[in-house]
């Protein structure tokens, strides 16, 4: 019944209220095709004029280009003809059926498309609001000074009113309806767009692993943890040898490539409950939940290994890197953030002392990491 193709133009969360006055516009004019075919059957079973029954078939039609009109995409087209036309059609029948027939219902069925138009200028909703205030004062004035060209009686009347009301409240009820769905819609997105900005907050924007703000915030939620389980943690400094000479060699672009993918192999490489983060240019941060001193040790040279023994292509050349890891215990109580230290002065001592080296570090003494002491 809806142009998918055309709601899929309003998919942003900025756009759903023009999603729903889209919607809200097609239901209405379906509702006002068929209130206007129900008045047209109710005026054929009564046995009204050929003339009466036509104005009100054509009515009927009209409201049927309007649908389509609307559901091709000319919203502003079907949305004023609308009005207008409601507007007429309310004005016609209170002179051929009067007052109590209940034709006034349609202007107040039709309002609610007026708000919910975001489009509408200042100056257009002051003129549409005149219109319609000036054809209600016009109907009632209509009431009181005509009577009505077809006399129905009291029973024809009472029909006539029933279905205008129970079909305008079916309107209206279908409004409610997806306002509430378009609300709970929006409280949707809003929450996943929240989740996706949370998301891209804590990550770094080239590797796409965690940031140092949220490595930061994870760490201390790993100290409160190690205290209440008694049990320590690992942290690894790790810090690309000699990158400089690969952003001179083979470009920027380059460095990034190599960034990106010794992201991904040490990520890989790693446990599943273990977290790398990218900490400053070509360094990385590596957590180790309830992780022992042997743990870390074998972890960093496992990781040391892995990358000297890999190479990255790039637009047909191989680079090859190594990195220098500096690890660390934190034991229940320490101080975690003195602890990235010490990790960074045994990183630091192994770039002095030869690079392409794990060094652990322990009470201000460093040990470098080789695989037949581990």
Request: net charge neutral.
């Amino acid at each position: 019944m809806l142009n998918k193709k055309f709601l899929d133009q309003y998919d942003p969360i900025i756009n759903e209220r023009d999603r729903l006055f889209y919607q809200v516009l097609i239901v209405l004019t379906l509702a006002a095709i068929l209130i206007s075919f129900v008045v047209s059957i109710v005026l054929v079973v009564v046995k009204v004029t050929q003339t009466t029954a036509i104005y009100t078939i054509s009515v009927c039609l009209i409201y049927i280009l309007l649908y389509f009109i609307s559901r091709g995409g000319s919203i502003k087209a079907g949305f004023y003809g609308l009005i207008y036309l409601t507007c007429l059609a309310g004005i016609m029948g209170m002179v051929m059926f009067g007052w109590k027939s209940g034709v006034y219902l349609y202007l107040f069925v039709i309002m609610p498309v007026i708000f919910f138009n975001n489009s509408l200028k200042k100056n257009e909703m002051i003129g549409i609001s005149l219109v319609y205030s000036i054809t209600l004062l016009f109907l009632i004035f209509l009431s009181f000074a005509i009577p009505p060209i077809i006399g129905f009686n009291s029973f024809q009347l009472q029909v006539l009113n029933i279905s205008n009301t129970l079909l305008s409240g079916l309107a209206l009820g279908g409004i409610s309806h997806l306002d509430n769905r378009n609300a709970k819609r929006i409280a949707n997105r809003l929450i996943e767009a929240n989740e996706k900005l949370s998301y891209q907050a804590s990550r770094d924007s080239l590797t796409n692993l965690i940031n140092r703000r949220r490595m930061n915030e994870l760490i201390e939620m790993e100290h409160i943890r190690s205290m209440r389980s008694a049990k320590p943690f690992g942290l690894i400094m790790a810090d690309i040898d000699d990158f400089k000479q690969v952003n001179d060699a083979f470009g920027h672009a380059a460095g990034d490539f190599v960034l990106i993918q010794l992201a991904h192999l040490l990520s890989t490489t790693l446990r599943k409950q273990d977290l790398i983060a990218r900490w400053e240019g070509e360094e990385f941060l590596i957590l180790l939940p309830e992780t022992d001193l042997n743990g870390v040790q074998v972890t960093a040279e496992k990781l040391r290994q892995v990358v000297s023994q890999s190479s990255f292509s790039y637009q047909g050349s191989l680079i090859q890197v190594t990195i220098s890891f500096g690890s660390v215990v934190c034991e229940p109580g320490d101080d975690w953030d003195q602890s990235i230290k010490n990790a960074d002065g045994a990183l630091y001592y192994g770039k002095n002392h030869g690079k392409n080296l794990s060094v652990y570090a322990d009470k201000g003494t460093y040990l470098v990491t080789r695989s037949s002491n581990i």
